[in-house]
């Protein structure tokens, strides 16, 4: 069982709908991270496509299994990296996803459960809705779940995820700074998702965002990587950069011992305060 996990967050600008050219940068920060021995690389959501794609998402889609991915892993086969891309299921058939990808094949994909349609924000319109919130067991030790930016905006997400007692939480997004209206301020509101959940269930917590310009949506950056005790180890400015840090697992059993919100969630009243409600 690793005792210490390397992890990165490459914090990218795509080229909106550019699958080759996002590719090529990929592999650029891929082999950055390679350098630096890290184990667990994130990219932001849709990080090989670009966020505001609308009506080119068909043509921009890839399936689970293609040569993209296979290259991609290739560069670092140890390493697990996780990329966010436009999945085509079934023709007609597109989901907001994010691949978990090592030694050349896809071993998890995790489709955005929570499609936000408020604001200037319409994924409704052009994906279908995840419906499986399953934790990738690669790593042992380091249980990885994925939740994509408006997934840890429902509170029971995240709170369900860490059911199954992860070691890691990624959270691929992309946030732009005024696109939910010009009182609410995302990268404020970011800090204190992301701060609350490490925090209280004691995990660590990678959010990967974007920092490209789409139009007139600015993606601000501020990935951050934060360890079992909610304290942020690193964070990104508004540029692309690639920011590395160590987890110690000894550091999310202190955590979940001093402040056991899984151990004393009692679900089953939940569970039935909840059925009650439907």
């Known amino acids: 069982m690793k005792q210490k996990l390397k992890v990165a967050i490459a914090q990218i600008a795509p080229v909106l709908a550019d699958v080759a050219q996002n590719t090529t940068k990929h592999i650029e920060y891929i082999s950055q991270a390679k350098q630096q021995g890290v184990d667990v690389l994130l990219f932001p959501e849709l990080s090989l496509t670009g966020y505001s794609l609308f009506a080119s998402v068909p043509r921009v889609a890839l399936p689970r299994v293609n040569e993209i991915f296979e290259r991609l892993s290739n560069v670092a086969p140890e390493m697990v990296i996780a990329v966010g891309f436009v999945e085509q299921a079934a023709p007609g058939e597109f989901y907001n996803a994010q691949a978990l990808l090592t030694k050349g094949k896809v071993i998890h994909v995790h489709r955005k459960l929570n499609l936000p349609t408020y604001g200037g924000l319409e ?41 199954d007692r992860p070691s890691l939480l990624l959270a691929p997004v992309n946030s732009a700074a005024d696109i939910v209206s010009d009182e609410f301020s995302n990268p404020n509101g970011w800090k204190t998702n992301t701060d609350f959940i490490a925090m209280t269930y004691g995990v660590p917590l990678l959010m990967a965002n974007s920092c490209a310009v789409e139009g007139n949506s600015r993606f601000w950056g501020g990935s951050r990587i934060l360890d079992a005790f909610g304290q942020v180890l690193v964070e990104a400015g508004q540029e692309e950069q690639l920011l590395v840090a160590q987890l110690q697992l000894e550091d999310i059993n202190s955590a979940r011992f001093q402040l056991p919100t899984i151990r004393d969630a009692n679900n089953s009243l939940v569970a039935k305060l909840l059925s009650d409600r439907l």
């Open 123 to 163: 994924e409704g319109k052009w994906y279908g809705q995840g419906e499986a919130l399953v934790m990738c067991e690669h790593i042992d030790g380091w249980p990885i779940h994925t939740l994509i930016c408006a997934d840890l905006w429902n509170p029971a997400l995240p709170h369900l995820a860490m059911l």
